[in-house]
């Protein structure tokens, strides 16, 4: 008896990776706009962005020792290297957010929207994960203005107008490698792009005082480097613990901001400006983090996380006017330290039943950041930040491994006599889960 064989080897389609690279491009173009309006934006880089996806965000952020072949965790990229050989993931996530801002008895509500982050991961080689995508590192936007009273006899008012666009994107490039059984290391490179531009505008109700207005610029082309571990112990075949632990370089980032500095005669329009640089004067923390996750029986997931960014070693460009000489230059003590602790875990009864709500996937967390920007001489705001949300499964007849991954969260900025900030955030995030490197057997 003759059998003919045939195999059929299906490597990558290249209509699902143009797919993904078409979305990739779009994802870029959406992460030029503002994610914010906070007024806290306007200082330093403006407001950090969580890098994390949509399952990170439903457990507070938590993610140093997450690991699952089936999410592509970028904040720790020692975690790639557990996806397998027949898996190519494809995650975008996007979010939508209302804050009420309060300051002295005055509450005002502003909403946005944006696209968080899109990022992919397959498996390169045996123990060899590769992971890229784009994220964003921080968001100015912002556009508020107050008004004041001179208190001469002519009731003159003057009014600041202060506003601000832009933000730092990143796309990276991310390797995990298992050394052996238990033991893995990862590291990300990423590509820094972008700018803000920022103004204070300074008008008078009397023509005949001069304004004075101050315009501040800067454009971002630089690197990120980040670096990750993570030691598995077992405690049985379906139970263990991961430590994790991540390493961010600090460095400067070769770029130049611009302050221009514009008095203008309102009777004459007539305007005399004058320019401001600072060489290299932006620079990139320090960052360590550590955290630890507990998989019980392949159900349960508890996890808790600490970073700490060292602002404090990292100044800022200000201007400034001492004895009426005015200059712009590196301030030190600009920033404090940034201390951030997440706890945050996951429930699902049984990933590989057929039942729907059995392959529900339940997230909730909370995590608490210290105050690490100086506002005129004393602390900014402190962060406190509460989430749950689920993940839902996405059957087809061809894949039931993608996941919804939406989340609530509520966020509370505040320091004391500043501006107070409430924010409710959905964010929805979709794990496309695809068996691209499946070989078939045809007898």
């Known amino acids: 008896m003759t059998e003919d064989r045939a195999v059929i080897t299906i490597a990558i ?65 020692a975690s790639y290297s557990s996806i397998d050989s027949l898996t190519f993931i494809f995650d975008v996530g996007m979010s939508g957010q209302l804050t009420n801002f309060s300051e002295n008895g005055k509450r005002l ?22 992971s890229f995508g784009l994220v964003p590192f921080s ?47 990862g590291v990300n490179g990423a590509y820094l792009w972008g700018e803000y531009d920022k103004s204070i505008v300074n008008s008078y109700s009397d023509t005949h005082v001069n304004t004075l207005s101050k315009y501040y610029s800067v454009s971002i082309t630089n690197y990120k480097l980040d670096a990750g571990a993570q030691i598995s112990v077992p405690f049985s075949k379906t139970s263990n613990m991961t430590i994790g632990f991540t390493y961010g ?21 007539v305007s005399d400006t004058t320019s401001y640089e600072v060489k290299n004067g932006l620079e990139l923390p320090t960052s360590m983090g550590g955290g630890l996750m507990f998989n019980f029986n392949n159900k349960l997931k508890i996890g808790a996380d600490y970073q700490l960014q060292q602002w404090s070693k990292v100044g800022f460009p200000e201007y400034s006017v001492v004895n009426d000489k005015p200059s712009y230059t590196v301030k030190e003590h ?3 330290d940034r201390h951030r602790v997440s706890l945050g875990g996951e429930y699902c009864k049984n990933q590989m039943s057929r ?7 339940f997230r909730a967390g909370a995590s608490y950041t210290t105050p690490y920007l100086n506002i005129n001489g004393q602390d900014g ?46 964010n929805v995030g979709i794990t496309f889960n695809e068996r691209w490197f499946m070989k078939w057997k045809v007898e």
């Open 334 to 336: 600009y920033f404090k």
């Open 355 to 361: 039942r729907f709500f059995d392959r529900l996937r």
């Open 13 to 77: 389609d290249m209509k699902k990776l143009l797919t993904t690279a078409s979305l990739m491009v779009f994802v870029i173009g959406a992460a030029a706009q503002s994610g914010t309006s906070s007024p806290y934006s306007q200082y330093g880089l403006g407001s950090l962005a969580e890098q994390t996806n949509g399952f990170n965000k439903g457990m507070g952020g938590v993610g140093y020792g997450y690991r699952d072949g089936k999410q592509v965790n970028i904040l720790n990229p």
């Open 109 to 130: 509500n502003a909403k946005t929207a944006n696209f968080d982050y899109a990022v992919a991961a397959f498996r390169a080689f045996k123990h060899v994960g590769v």
């Open 249 to 269: 370089l600090g460095h400067k980032l070769s770029a130049n901001p611009e302050c221009k500095v514009i008095s203008r005669n309102s009777q004459t329009s």
């Open 381 to 426: 705001p402190k962060e406190i930040s509460v989430t749950a949300g689920f993940g839902i499964p996405l059957v087809n007849v061809w894949n039931n491994r993608s996941v919804l991954n939406i989340s609530g969260q509520w966020v509370r900025m505040d320091a004391s006599n500043l501006l107070k900030e409430n924010t409710f955030r959905i």
């Open 139 to 185: 968001n100015v936007g912002y556009n508020y203005s107050f008004k004041h009273d001179i208190g001469d006899a002519a009731s003159t008012t003057y009014t600041n107008t202060y506003n601000g666009s832009g933000g730092i994107r990143q796309a990276y490039l991310g390797v995990g490698w298992q050394l052996f059984k238990g033991f893995s290391l």
